[in-house]
């Protein structure tokens, strides 16, 4: 094996030499699009063309879940004993982790997020979701009723089947994960289609399931566009359920696909403007702290991202220093393939347009740049996306930036007056993904956390995780959740077995 770079030169010498694998896996085998079709995969990092990928659409999707559901009803998987499950899904896990560097590469490549993140996060995280879920595969039981003694009535847990599974491009392994591992557990086939911008690390995750163990046809992997490829996936009668991450609005149309098919389950986990609640007896620089990686982190596109910072009006000025300083100090913005970075470069061109078009929404709105609010183009970044950690303060709740996801690095922050306003505020949102509330009163603690509609509330904390706890939100920020057992059970049906005895 390969030594691992240390150097911004030693990852971009790498890069130079990987030749990622663009076709689409489909039973068990690497595939080019029916049509013949491709589309160029150019990286944001520096701009270079880095993979030539399969361009699928509804003849290859077809081909996908005729894969999946055969492999389905002829029990290749489902009907192997708990403990070959288990062997199969810890080798998977293990194949991600011997692949570390390669993986990360891509991961990098495709989507603009730091080398050092992608180490020691992205696909770490992704092995040990697979190994989580692993776990459960001879530990997942059946129930009996108590309906007498004349009778037993059994209630099994079964795979529904075909799972579609679209996942959007800013944690393409880790998000793929949390719908591979619990529905494969399950006893489900999967048709992962990955997001058009970063289609790379998916492909090699359906060659590593392969090497695995995992039967031709359990996970087939269909790159492409919404249009063409995930649209076909979400409307095909022989689906049993979507799986969406993204956008709001689109999974929206997921919900509308599938009343408009053969009414397949769906579960989303869509868009957020995650508010931080910043009492006046906040511990002002843990909060700072918190706040400036949860937003700048990953060049802030995150679903959940703390987005929104209420602050009572007493101590907002000094707030707003102290995060602007944790981000110059603890979060510098550098070449995604410089190990020394924490900020990397925006997925395409049309989104960081869309991110500083943003700011200058804010500028006429009314806001201050308290911060950044450029494209960063110095220190040779002149190639790629990257924009500067921006804070955009005195922000007017019914503004623009106040209510929409930026998805971007851009902070934007609000004064409250009471406590009262301040729940007003969070929950004066069409979204409920994530929240935090930073206090050293734990009796206002209390009250804001019942209080505040999101599916996650972090009390003088933000982003800590765990595969054992829940997450997805409220509103419209969608329903169902990814990781934790309750996913499991989202990728199966309920069947009553009921035995009358004479």
């Keep these: 094996m390969l030594d691992r770079p240390t150097t911004r030169a030693g990852w971009e010498a790498r890069a130079a030499d990987l030749k990622p694998e663009g076709r689409a896996f489909i039973d068990g ?71 570390l560097d390669h993986l990360a590469l891509l991961e990098t490549l495709d989507v603009g997020k730091v080398i050092g993140n992608a180490l020691a996060v992205d696909v770490p995280f992704c092995a040990n979701c697979l190994q989580y879920y692993a776990e459960f595969a001879d530990k997942l039981y059946d129930e009996i009723a108590p309906v007498g003694p004349d009778d037993t009535a059994l209630v099994r847990k079964e795979p529904l089947g075909v799972i579609g599974a679209i996942v959007p491009w800013n944690y393409p392994l880790i998000i793929s994960a949390w719908k591979i591992g619990p529905a494969l557990v399950a006893g489900n ?29 359990v996970l087939n992997i269909v790159p492409g566009f919404g249009e063409s490829t995930g649209q076909p996936l979400a409307l095909h009668p022989d689906v049993d359920m979507i799986s969406f991450t993204g956008s709001t609005e689109v999974g929206k149309l997921m919900m509308v696909y599938a009343g408009q098919s053969n009414m397949k389950r769906v579960a989303l986990e869509c868009g957020g403007k995650s508010p931080h609640v910043v009492m006046a007896d906040a511990d002002l620089d843990a909060a700072a702290e918190g706040i400036a ?22 101590v907002q000025a000094a707030l707003v220093e102290k995060i602007a300083a944790v981000a110059k100090a603890q979060i510098p913005l550098g070449h995604a393939l410089d190990p020394a970075a924490q900020m990397g470069a925006l997925v395409e061109p049309r989104h960081l347009e869309r991110v500083l078009g943003y700011v200058e929404t804010g500028r006429a709105e009314g806001a201050r740049i308290a911060c950044g609010g450029r494209r960063a183009t110095a220190d040779g970044l002149e190639a790629g996306l990257y924009m500067e950690a921006t804070i955009l303060d005195d922000v007017a709740p019914n503004a623009r930036v106040a209510r929409e996801e930026i998805f971007g690095p851009v902070l934007v922050v609000t004064p409250f007056e009471t406590e009262a306003d301040a729940v007003r505020l969070a929950n004066d949102s069409i979204y409920g993904l994530a929240a935090a509330v930073w ?5 206002a603690a209390h009250r804001l956390t019942r209080s505040i509609r999101a599916g996650t509330v972090w009390v003088n904390c933000f982003d800590r995780s765990s595969l054992a706890t829940p997450f997805g939100g409220f509103k419209q920020s969608g329903f169902g959740r990814d990781r934790s057992p309750h996913a499991i059970e989202k990728y199966m049906d309920f069947k009553t077995v009921w035995t009358a005895y004479r």
């Design 189 to 217: 086939s999967v048709v992962l289609k990955p997001a058009e911008q970063s289609p790379l690390s998916a492909i090699r995750l359906g060659q590593l399931g392969k090497e695995a163990g995992l039967p031709d046809g």
């Design 29 to 99: 085998r690497l595939v080019p699009a029916r049509s013949g079709r491709t589309f160029e995969k150019r990286s944001p990092v520096d701009g270079r063309v880095i993979a030539v990928v399969a361009d699928c659409d509804a003849a290859d999707v077809d081909a996908a879940v005729a894969a999946a559901r055969a492999a389905f009803e002829d029990g290749r998987w489902r009907n192997l004993p708990p403990a070959e499950k288990k062997r199969i899904l810890l080798a998977f896990a293990d194949r991600v982790r011997a692949d």
């Design 293 to 314: 990686w949860g937003i700048f982190y990953n060049q802030g596109e995150t679903c959940h991202a703390g987005s929104r910072v209420l602050v009572h009006r007493s």
């Design 439 to 443: 206090t050293a009163d734990m009796n």
